[in-house]
C-alpha cells in the first residue's frame, strides 16, 4: 500500500505539472463558464455539456493514457528492478492517471459554478450525475487506454488503436444501434435497445443523463420502459455500477498484461 | 322641468328603485340563518349579503334578478353529496362566495356553481375548493366570469371534473380566473364569441384549456402550465389566441398547443417553452402562426402533412430537440422569416436575412418518426453527422419544407408582428412570475 501511494505521489507531481492536464482543466473552466453566461445553470444549458462529456472526456482519457503508459516505460523498467511489486505499482499507475485528470474535469466544472453563486436547485441532481459520468468515464477510458498500451508495444500503432477503441464506441456503436433500429423498426426493440446501451459505457452515460433532461417523456413507450429502468436511483446504480464494471474489467486485463509483461 | 321628465324616466326605467333595492343580510345566528331563506323573500333587484360562517343547506336556486355577495369567510358547503348554487335567471351576479364540497358524482355533471339558460350573469371573486365541476355555465349569453380561484380534487383524469365548464353558451368572457386541479382547467364546447383572457391554468389532470366547435373565440395573455397533456382544441374557425404562454407540458401525450381541424385561425405572440411538443398542428388549415417562441421543447412544431396552406412566419426557435417535425415528403405550409437557431446560412446582401433557404427538418427527426425507439441516439455525435450529411447533401428531408427567408439575428419583439397590447400583457405575465 504504501509503495503505492509513493508512486501516486510521485506521478501526481509529475502529471500536474504536464502542461495537458492544465490544459484539459483549463479547457472545462472556459467552456463551463461560457455556458453559464449564455445559459444560466439551467439543466437545458447544462445539456452543453453533455456532448463535451461524451465526446470529448472519452477521446482524451484514451490518447493521454495510452501516451502515459508508453512514457512511463523507462520508469516502470527502472522501478522493477528495484524490489517493488507489480501489482503496486500498476494500481500507483493507474491512479496516477485517472486521478489528475478527474480532478481536472471536477475543478474546471465545479469552479465556475462555484465563482457563478451556485446551481439552479433543479439541476443539482444532473449536475452531480454529470460528474459521476465524467469522472466513470475517465476511469473507463484510462483502463482501456491501460490495457492497449499494455498489449501494444509500437507506440504509434497503440495510438491507432486508441482512436480506433473511441471511434468505435463514440461513433460505430451508435451506427450500429440506429440500424438495428431501422432493421427491426416494427418488432420491440425496448430490451435490446437496453442491452446496446449497456453494452457500451458512452451511450451508457449518455443515456442515463437524457433521461434526468425529461427526454423519456419524448419516446413514449421506448421512454417509459428507459425510464422505469435507468431514471430511477436503482437504475442510476446500475447503470453506475455498469460503467464500473466497464473500468474493472478491461482493467484486470491490463494488470494481467502488466503481470506477465517482460520487462 | 326636464328635470321633472328625467327622474319620470329613470323612475320608468328601473321599477326597482321605485320600491328601492332592498338589502337582505343572511348571518348564522340571525333571522335570515341560509342562504335559501333569503332567496324565498327576494325580489327581483335584491341585494344579499352574506356574513362570515359556514353555511350547509340543500342546493340553493336562484330564480330571480339578484345580487348576491359573499363577506370574506362565508362559505357555502355541499357537505360532499350535492351542487351548492344555481342560478336560472337573469342578470345574477354571484360575488365573493366560498363555495367547497360538492362531492364526486358519476351520474350527473353536479358543479359548485351552475348557472343555466340565462343572460347577463357575472360571476367575481369566488373561490372554490374541492369542487367536482367547479363553474358551469349552461346555455348562457353574455356571462362574465372573473377572478375565481378555483381549486379541484381530480385524483384521476376519469374522476375529475372541468374547472370552468361552459357549453353551448354565446359571448361569454373568461378573465382574470385560476383554475387548478380540474380534468380540464377551461373547458368550451359549443361557444360562441367567447373571450378567455389572463387566466391561469396549470396542474390539471388532462387539459389546462380544451375546446371543440366554438367559433370566433379569442383567447389572449392565458398561463397555461403543467398541464397532463397540455391544451387542446379541436374542430373549430376563426380563433384568435394571442399572448399565452404553454410552459411545461411534458408528457409522452402532452402538447403545448394541440390544433386538430382548426381552420383559419391565428396564433400569434404566444410562448412555447418545455413542452414535449409545443404547437401539434393535425388536420388544420389556413392559419396564421406568427410571432411566436418556441424555446426548449422536445418539438417546437410538429405539423402533419394533412395540413394545408398554414403561414409559419416570423417566429423564433431557439433549444428545441427538434425545431420542425412532420410524418411525410410532402409539406403544404409556407414557412418563412422565421428565427432559427440551428441555421448556419450566411447574409451577404446584409438584409438580415439569410441568402440560403433554411430546411428545419433534421434526418434524425424523420428518422424518429419512423421508429421512435431511435431517440434514445439523441446527442449523440453520430446523429450530429447524419444531420451534417443530410444538410449538405439533401436526399431524404422534406424538400417543400424550407424557410426561404431565415433571419440572421433573433428578432426583438416589435419585429416579431406583436401587436402592442399584447406584447404589454405578455410582459407583465413575466413580471407577475416570482
Known sequence: MNTILKVVRYELRNVVRNRWVIAYALFFLVLTTLLLRLGGSTPRALLSLLNVVVLFIPLVTIVFGTIYWHGSREFTELLLAQPVRRDALFHGLFAGLVLPLSAAFMAGVTLPLLLYGGVARDSLPLLLLMLVAGVALTAVFGALATLIAGIVDDRLRALGVALGTWGLMTLAWDGFILWVTMTFADRPLEQPLLVLTFLNPVDLARVLLILRLDVSAMMGYTGAVFARFLGGWLGTAMAVAGLALWALIPGLFALRAFRRRDL | ?434
Open chain 2, 1 to 434: 322641468m326636464t328635470r321633472a321628465v328625467l327622474l319620470a324616466l329613470l323612475v320608468v326605467a328601473r321599477p326597482s328603485t321605485a320600491q328601492g333595492t332592498r338589502e337582505l343580510v343572511v348571518n348564522p345566528g340571525g333571522a335570515l340563518p341560509t342562504v335559501g331563506m333569503a332567496l324565498a323573500q327576494a325580489r327581483d333587484g335584491d341585494r344579499i349579503v352574506v356574513r362570515q360562517g359556514v353555511y350547509r343547506e340543500p342546493t340553493i336556486v336562484v330564480r330571480h334578478r339578484v345580487t348576491i355577495s359573499g363577506d370574506s369567510g362565508a362559505v357555502l358547503d355541499g357537505e360532499g353529496t350535492h351542487a351548492i348554487m344555481v342560478v336560472e335567471a337573469n342578470d345574477v351576479t354571484i360575488r365573493g362566495l366560498t363555495f367547497r364540497n360538492t362531492g364526486m358524482s358519476q351520474v350527473e355533471d353536479r358543479a359548485a356553481l351552475l348557472v343555466r339558460a340565462a343572460r347577463g350573469c357575472r360571476v367575481e371573486r369566488n373561490t372554490v375548493r374541492d369542487g367536482f365541476f367547479g363553474i358551469y355555465l349552461q346555455r348562457v349569453t353574455q356571462c362574465v366570469v372573473a377572478d375565481n380561484d378555483l381549486l379541484g380534487n381530480a385524483g384521476r383524469q376519469t374522476l375529475g371534473g372541468n374547472g370552468i365548464h361552459v357549453w353551448q353558451s354565446d359571448s361569454v368572457t373568461v378573465t382574470g380566473n385560476v383554475v387548478r386541479g380540474h380534468r380540464d382547467g377551461i373547458y368550451f364546447e359549443f361557444v360562441t364569441m367567447g373571450h378567455v383572457r389572463d387566466n391561469t391554468s396549470a396542474s390539471n389532470q388532462r387539459y389546462g384549456l380544451h375546446f371543440m366547435f366554438s367559433d370566433d373565440c379569442v383567447y389572449a395573455s392565458n398561463v397555461f402550465r403543467e398541464n397532463e397533456s397540455g391544451v387542446a382544441v379541436m374542430y373549430t374557425r376563426r380563433v384568435r389566441m394571442e399572448g399565452n404562454r404553454f410552459e411545461r407540458n411534458w408528457g409522452a401525450a402532452a402538447y403545448g398547443l394541440l390544433l386538430k381541424d382548426i381552420t383559419d385561425s391565428e396564433i400569434r405572440g404566444n410562448s412555447f417553452a418545455e413542452n414535449t411538443v409545443g404547437l401539434y398542428l393535425e388536420g388544420a388549415n389556413r392559419n396564421l402562426v406568427t410571432g411566436n417562441t418556441f424555446a426548449s421543447n422536445g418539438w417546437g412544431l410538429r405539423i402533419l402533412a394533412n395540413s394545408e396552406a398554414n403561414q409559419v412566419t416570423d417566429n423564433t426557435f431557439t433549444g428545441n430537440s427538434f425545431d420542425v417535425g412532420t410524418n411525410s415528403r410532402q409539406n403544404f405550409s409556407t414557412f418563412s422569416g422565421n428565427y432559427w437557431d440551428r441555421y448556419r446560412g450566411y447574409d451577404l446582401d446584409r438584409d438580415g436575412f439569410g441568402d440560403v433557404p433554411h430546411a428545419p427538418v433534421r434526418l434524425f427527426a424523420l428518422v424518429v418518426e419512423q421508429t421512435p425507439p431511435a431517440l434514445i441516439l439523441l446527442r449523440s455525435p453520430v446523429v450530429d453527422l447524419l444531420d451534417f450529411a443530410e444538410r449538405v447533401m439533401p436526399m431524404l428531408t422534406p424538400q417543400t419544407l424550407l424557410d426561404a427567408r431565415p433571419r440572421m439575428r433573433f428578432p426583438d419583439r416589435t419585429q416579431r408582428g406583436l401587436t402592442g397590447s399584447a406584447e404589454s400583457r405578455v410582459t407583465r405575465h413575466e413580471s407577475r412570475r416570482p
